[in-house]
């Protein structure tokens, strides 16, 4: 029996369940084993089958479970920390002077290469290079600062 449901429901816990359910419905209809319809093995593997099917059938009709996500999966998206986290990048490029900041637009929102953006802004390319560079840093300066106040 133990064999059949293993191999029904591909899971030895559940088949376990199964067998043990199948073994309790026997032990509750005694009167079912000595019918005379046929041998009392055939009778429990029908039971055991019937209460693999009965579960399938079951586990269809209700909505398919969620699994519950991990807990650092809810910080990560989370809407408040993005809000935040623009805010503190819009405070600190206020900082910036209008060429540094023109060549950040450029490089990292517009996606524009270096020659790109010596190009649009009409500045050599190793003046774009340079001034990234110090914009950068002026922003890693400008976030450490604001670690430090709050």
Known sequence: MLAYATQLTRDRAAAEDVVQEALVRAWRHPDSLDSGKGSVRGWLLTVVRNIVLDQIRARNRRPPEVRESPPDA????????????????????STLSDEHRAVLEQV?????????????????????????YYALRALREAGGRERLAS
């Open 108 to 132: 990292y929102l517009r996606g524009s290469s270096v020659s790109e953006a010596a190009e649009a802004l009409g500045i050599p390319p190793g003046t774009v290079k340079s001034r990234s």
């Open 74 to 93: 809810a910080t990560v998206d989370d809407h408040a920390d993005r809000v935040i986290n623009s805010m503190v990048v819009v405070d600190a490029l």
